[in-house]
């Protein structure tokens, strides 16, 4: 019922909506002493290997660029 209704299944379902909400937490968690892993547990996902390899197929790029990048512009900016 559930790939009827929503055209994918349970696990697929909550794999997307968990790494969906990995670029918003990784520029949130951008405090000096934050690290992938960190984010990675947030989102929901138990194995950094494959959070990243999901993060760089979704988005094209690895998280920790992104992490880095959000480190030197402040959390705020």
Do not use: I
Not at 17 to 37: D, F, G, H, I, N
Not at 39 to 65: I, K, M, N, T, W
């Amino acid at each position: 019922m559930f790939r009827n209704h929503l055209g994918t299944s349970p696990l697929a379902f909550v794999t997307t909506t968990r790494l969906e909400s990995a670029p918003p937490r990784l520029l949130r968690q951008s405090a000096p002493k934050a690290t992938v892993t960190q984010v990675d547990l947030v989102c929901g996902f138990s194995h950094l290997g494959r959070f990243s390899a999901l993060f760089r197929g979704e988005y094209g790029v690895q998280p920790s660029p992104v992490l880095d990048r959000a480190r030197k512009r402040g959390p705020w900016s």
